[in-house]
Structure formats: structure tokens, C-alpha cells
């Protein structure tokens, strides 16, 4: 009996039933007993540079033999956490952004979430202070988290954890300008691409639309980036793929690529300009983590990593190759796709992960109905080829 209680997981179901992986190499991973998978999912969407990367290993050996982590609250700092603010400050999509740190994507969700009401605040508006999120959306598990996000299931018999959140359609932006109207919305929150709720790539022109409606109501946009940030559309960031510029976004996953534990919000001058030039005074928030010198050094050689292989031109390369497999299986009841992302809708979809796991392929149901497929970016197209096999396969079975 296993005494590990599962994130996401009915553990009356798991019990006695656990695989256990062992090591990582690229795209594949392989378990205790020596079977090799095709990590489709990317562990949890974050496998951006692969598995088994021993320069990121190096990295975080390296920072723990001089100083491990301290605390960043009040003056303190290290310099892996100041010298990775600044270089996601310049990749960011927002000129002169700064940089709060926090151990994951649901801090940053959570972060993004206060940071937004307490802004309006600060500038002598704490009328608008409605969130406005996305039906299907996922934006993690802290209380502001689990509020906003818009998969139903995941906010069942928890009460009311964080109020004034209102939810429309992920696609409708006559929906959003209706709630707009009223004057008491505070930020539209949304991810570039829905993830964990299907796999939805946005509308033709959806974003641009929502960004202009923010300007013309004065309300804050926020991406959700902790999925689509550093590289798996395409571009660095969701924004810069549909031609946007938010106030502030949450970015965690790709920033180690699940090395080490590591989020962030990158905040634009509007929304930082009360509290590091104005009189708003501190911001009561933070993280024991928030800074840890040992992630933010491993943060920094993924980066090296990404930039000096060029894996987000990779992933712009692939993309094509990539819709078109996936688009092509049979047997599947709708495919999409956006850069390194995909979601393949099936009509059992839980009988074909159990069979593609013993056909050596690794991915999870998202949306209650899809396939989802996330690969490291190294992944090569025969190993697309080897994914698209082995599903069609598990649907025929």
C-alpha cells in the first residue's frame, strides 16, 4: 500500500497501482522495470527542454555548494534571482516589466490575482474589483485559483474561495464587452490557449478584440502564461504570437522546464508604478520561496539552453509537421493544435490512455474528452510519427 497521496488522483483507484519512472532522456522517459514511454505530455506541460539535461543538474550543484537559497522579503537578495529578473524582464512582451517571483504557477495565478485588486486600491478605485476568467479555463489551485478557473469540477464542494470572479464563454467576446460595461471590472484573466480545459486555440482575432475592449473599459489584461510561456507556441510568449501586449502575466512550467520548482509575474510600468514610485507602499505578499537562488539559477541555464539550441524556432519549424500528423489520425473526433500543443478529442478517451501506456506512450485527458499532447521541444518527427501509431492503434483496440 502506497502511503503517497496523489495530486489529481482518486487514490481508492491508485493504490497498488502506481508507475514508477526512474530516468529521462530527451522526449522518453523509462520506469523502475526498464520500459521505455514517449513522453507525449511533457510530464505536466513543462518538459520544454527534455529529460536528463545534466547542465541543469550542474547549475542548481553549483548554487547549492555556495548558497542554496535566502530569503528575498525586505532588502535581501541573491544574484541568480536578480540577474534572472532582468533577463525575463527583456524577453517579456511589456517594455520596462519587473519581476515577482514565486515557487509555481498557482502562486503566480494567486500573486497576479491580488496584485490586480490591490492596484485598483492603490489608485483610489477599489470599486472595480470584479475578475473576469474563461468557461473551460484552468488557472490552479490556490484559492484565487480555483475560483477563476473555469472547469466546474475543480471547484465542487470547496464553497466560495475568492469572490467578485465572473465567468464567460472562452470565445465570445460579445460576452466580455457586456461585462465590461458596467465599470466594476478590475482584469480580464485568460490563457493564450485554453490547456487543460481541451486545448483551445483562440478565435481568429479573439485576443486583439479583447485587448482593445480592456483599453477602451481601463481594465487590466492578465495572461495566464504558466502553459504557452517560453517557447511552446512558437514565440517566448502567447502574447507575442497573437499580437498582444498584457499588463501583467504568470509564467512558471517552461522557466526551469520542471527542473526545480519556479513561477513568476512579470509586471508592466502601469500596474508596478504605484508601489515602486508611488505612495501604495508594500505589497503584503510573498512567498518563503519567492527568489529561491537555487531555481533561479537552474531558471537561468534553461534559458541558456533554449536560446543557444534555438528551441523556440524549433517548435515554430515543427509546428506544421506536428498539425499535420495530428491531424490526420483516425479514428478521432476533432484535433487542435498551436504550436507544440495539441488536443485530440476521442469518444472514450480513458480507455485509449490505459491502452496507450502499455503501447509505450505517456499523456492524460483534458476537458473530460481529449488527448493531451505536449512533447519536449526536442522531440523529433519520428517520434510524432511513433505517437501517431500507437493512438490510432489504442482506438482501434
Known amino acids: 500500500m502506497t502511503r503517497f497521496w496523489h495530486p489529481f488522483a482518486d487514490m481508492k483507484a491508485v493504490a497498488g497501482r502506481e508507475l514508477v519512472f526512474e530516468r529521462g532522456e530527451g522526449a522518453w522517459v523509462w520506469d523502475a522495470e526498464g520500459r521505455r514511454y514517449l513522453d507525449a505530455a511533457g510530464s505536466l506541460w513543462y518538459a520544454n527542454v527534455g529529460h536528463g539535461r545534466r547542465e541543469l543538474a550542474e547549475a542548481a550543484a553549483a548554487q547549492m555548494a555556495k ?31 519587473v519581476v515577482f517571483f514565486t515557487a509555481g504557477g498557482s502562486e503566480s495565478v494567486e500573486t497576479a490575482a491580488k496584485l490586480v485588486r490591490r492596484y ?23 484559492g484565487y485559483g480555483t475560483s477563476l478557473g473555469g472547469i466546474p469540477p475543480n471547484r465542487d464542494g470547496f464553497g466560495e474561495l475568492a469572490p467578485g470572479i465572473e465567468h464567460v464563454p472562452y470565445d465570445d467576446v460579445g460576452a466580455v464587452a457586456e461585462v465590461f460595461a458596467r465599470g466594476d471590472v478590475a482584469a480580464f484573466l485568460g490563457e493564450p490557449v485554453i490547456g487543460a480545459g481541451g486545448v483551445y486555440p483562440p478565435p481568429e482575432g479573439y485576443w486583439p478584440a479583447v485587448a482593445r475592449l480592456c483599453r477602451e473599459h481601463d481594465v487590466l489584461l492578465v495572461l495566464d ?52 514610485r508611488g505612495d501604495a507602499g508594500m505589497f503584503r505578499h510573498g512567498h518563503t520561496y519567492s527568489g529561491h537562488a537555487t531555481a533561479c539559477a537552474v531558471a537561468l541555464a534553461n534559458l541558456d539552453v533554449i536560446e543557444r539550441e534555438g528551441l523556440v ?12 500528423k495530428l491531424r490526420g489520425i483516425r479514428g478521432a473526433r476533432e484535433v487542435r493544435t498551436a504550436g507544440l500543443l495539441g488536443g ?44 501517431v501509431e500507437r493512438v490510432e492503434q489504442a482506438i482501434g483496440a
Open 344 to 387: 485530440i478529442e476521442l469518444d472514450e478517451p480513458e480507455r485509449v490512455v490505459v491502452r496507450l501506456r502499455e503501447l509505450g506512450v505517456l499523456t492524460r485527458i483534458v476537458g473530460g474528452h481529449s488527448l493531451q499532447v505536449s512533447p519536449p521541444f526536442v522531440i523529433e518527427p519520428a517520434d510524432v510519427d511513433y505517437l
Open 225 to 276: 502564461e504558466v502553459i504557452t510561456g517560453f517557447g511552446r507556441l512558437g514565440a517566448w510568449f502567447g502574447a507575442e504570437r497573437y499580437g498582444i501586449e498584457p499588463d501583467l502575466f504568470t509564467v512558471a512550467k517552461g522557466i526551469t522546464s520542471g527542473y526545480v520548482p519556479l513561477g513568476a509575474v512579470v509586471v508592466g510600468p502601469r500596474v508596478a508604478e504605484p508601489f515602486w
Open 67 to 97: 548558497l542554496e537559497a535566502y530569503s528575498a522579503y525586505d532588502v535581501f537578495a541573491t544574484a541568480p534571482a536578480l540577474e534572472l529578473a532582468e533577463r525575463v524582464s527583456l524577453l517579456a512582451p511589456v517594455d520596462d516589466a
Open 120 to 142: 485598483w486600491t492603490a489608485v483610489g478605485r477599489p470599486e472595480r474589483h470584479v475578475i473576469v476568467a474563461r468557461e473551460r479555463a484552468y488557472h490552479g489551485v490556490s
Open 313 to 324: 524556432q524549433r517548435v515554430e519549424e515543427l509546428e506544421p509537421v506536428f498539425a499535420a
